[in-house]
């Protein structure tokens, strides 16, 4: 690689009449990878392919199935600002209907003809010039850019309980739900109570089953009305897409000004948060269940559980609270530490993600054969922006380590860090460069001043969650969701290490 190269002098440089072509790998075709595929189509890049391991796109909202899945971000702001859905039946909307607006974006775009199915990365390396991509079927690909767009909620954690094999009932986690099996009068146990465990408690509750919730933790729920758009106004959205557009911006503003400034520093935002959540918990009658279900720390500190429902659910006849801790797993059911069994006909682990695991299993190795596993294996994930790794160019991670995935919509920021992307792809059309990957120096730097940044915010008061990373501190963004898309605006060139064609003398 060239020595660095300031953007001063690089656009001096730039052929702006070379118009070069990239070939783009897209690994994923849900939410992320299909915006990046839109983008690129957008930029009249059409050499690219989406490699989506599922048989359909729509990411989580296709792996997931269970009863009560729903996104707990209103449906009119958890869009692409570019694509209102005047169609949403629900102000949280369903699971099956953000599919299907995936499926629609999908065919509108016209993306489908470059994604293929059933096809995930295993081993992608890159050569100096280009990444070699080789799949786990053994179909090898290579292109000039490679974009992870995988996620991080894919990898189901199994709860490491004695005897879970053992269990003579059906047994799943809730990001495989087995549709086969009829939960009508049977004895239920759910494993976990953050936002899965809660809707799955919400809507298994109301049949006619009994529910045995297993909590190691309890969370806080912010009382968030849910409720149905009528046939007129989803009419009236069709017929003024303004409205749409409006409600997008109200969300906007509404997420910003109370959970976005909550979670980073104490205030009135988080008083009103905790308020509302301790008004919430009061709904709770019998006092003995409501002190189990008082948690011990802040609002917010583990991502909050959005539910009207909740509390309501778990004061339902057929539903029991257990408290005490799972000591193994039966054939027959549950044992607790008391000595207690807990007979079960069904057991559903609602007990989260592999979250630091991002676009693993695939190994990325660099020109030097530095595989991205080693390092980050020995430093827990870390990204330049969240989304780019010194010494390994041209790779772009969507949604990596230390964006802002707490409270909000995630399509909101994907959308800045692909136009970012983009930029860096746009230079290398116009013959600006060959390869960027960041410097240590400013990986480092973007570190330091996240750890600076992450005192005063709501995840280091002492909770355990699922942002924690290797070094203790929480793999978010640590200020609020607009900075880091302003952050996002234009690539800082002096960051990256960038090689440059060479130019033909005669
Ligand atoms: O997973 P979680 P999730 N024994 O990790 C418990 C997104 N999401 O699937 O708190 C007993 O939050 C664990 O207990 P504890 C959203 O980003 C979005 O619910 O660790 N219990 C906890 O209660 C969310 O944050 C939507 O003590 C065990 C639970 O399992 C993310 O997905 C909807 C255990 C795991 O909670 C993950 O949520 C749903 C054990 N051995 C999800 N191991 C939207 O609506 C774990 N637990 C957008």
Redesign the pocket.
């Known amino acids: 690689m060239n020595a660095p190269t300031s953007a001063a002098a690089l656009h001096t440089r730039e052929h702006h009449d070379a118009a070069r072509m990239p070939r783009v790998i897209i690994l994923g075709a849900g939410m992320s990878g299909l915006l990046a595929g839109i983008r690129l189509r957008k930029a009249g890049i059409e050499d690219f392919t989406i490699y989506e391991k599922g048989q359909d796109v729509g990411g989580t909202w296709r792996e997931?199935r269970y009863p009560g899945?729903?996104?707990?971000?209103p449906a009119h702001y958890y869009t692409y600002s570019f694509e209102p859905n005047p169609d949403w039946h629900h102000r949280?909307a369903r699971g099956p209907e953000i599919q299907n607006y995936m499926r629609h974006v999908a065919e509108k775009y016209d993306l489908r003809r470059h994604i293929v199915f059933g096809e995930e990365g295993a081993q992608a390396r890159f050569d100096g010039r280009r990444w070699q991509l080789e799949l786990r079927s053994g179909r090898q690909d290579s292109a000039e850019f490679l974009i992870a767009a995988c996620g991080f909620?894919h990898h189901p954690?199994e709860?490491?309980?004695p005897g879970l094999d053992s269990f003579a009932g059906a047994r799943f986690h809730?990001?495989r739900w087995d549709d086969s099996v009829d939960l009508k009068d049977k004895r239920i146990g759910l494993?976990?109570?953050?936002?899965?465990?809660?809707?799955i408690a919400c809507a298994v509750s109301r049949l006619p089953c009994t529910l045995n919730v297993?909590?190691?933790?309890p969370?806080w729920v912010f009382p968030l009305p849910d409720r149905q758009y009528s046939l007129v106004e989803r009419e009236l959205v069709t017929q003024v897409p303004a409205l749409a557009r409006l409600a997008y911006g109200l969300y906007d503003e509404l997420f910003d000004a109370l959970f976005s400034r909550a979670m980073i520093r104490p205030g009135p935002q988080r008083r009103l948060i905790e308020a509302a959540c301790h008004w919430n918990l009061r709904r709770v009658r019998d006092p003995e269940l409501r002190r189990r279900l008082t948690p011990d720390y802040q609002p917010m500190c583990?991502?909050i559980v959005?539910s009207w429902e909740y509390y309501e659910a778990m004061q339902r006849p057929n539903v029991k609270l257990v408290t005490e801790g799972?000591e193994r797993v039966v054939p027959e059911g549950i044992v607790t530490v008391d000595g207690h069994t807990h007979p079960l006909d069904v057991l559903v682990l609602?007990?989260?993600?592999r979250?630091h695991e991002y676009m693993r299993p695939l190994e990325l190795i660099n020109a030097q054969g530095l595989s991205l596993s080693s390092l980050w294996d020995e430093r827990g994930p870390h990204a330049y922006n969240s989304l780019a790794i010194p010494q390994f160019p041209n790779f772009f991670l969507l949604g990596g380590p230390n964006s802002p995935?707490a409270n909000g919509s995630v399509i909101l920021y994907t959308e800045a860090l692909v136009d970012y992307v983009m930029q860096c792809i746009d230079l290398y059309r116009r013959g600006a460069l060959d390869t960027l990957a960041p410097t240590q120096a400013a990986t480092d730097a973007f570190y330091d001043q996240l750890r600076h940044d992450m005192d005063g915010t709501v995840w280091v008061t002492g909770c355990?969650?699922?942002y924690i990373g290797k070094d203790g501190l929480p793999e978010v963004w640590p200020r609020r969701p607009r900075e880091f898309n302003a952050l996002l605006a234009r690539p800082r060139l002096e960051d990256f290490e960038i090689s440059r064609p060479t130019v033909e003398t005669a």
């Not at 494993?191 to 809707?199: A, E, K, L, M, R």
């Open positions: 997931n899945l729903a996104c707990d971000v949280f909620l954690s709860p490491d309980i809730s990001a494993i976990g109570t953050g936002s899965t465990g809660v809707q297993f909590q190691r933790t969370q583990k991502r959005m799972i609602a007990t989260g993600f979250t995935l355990q969650n699922w």
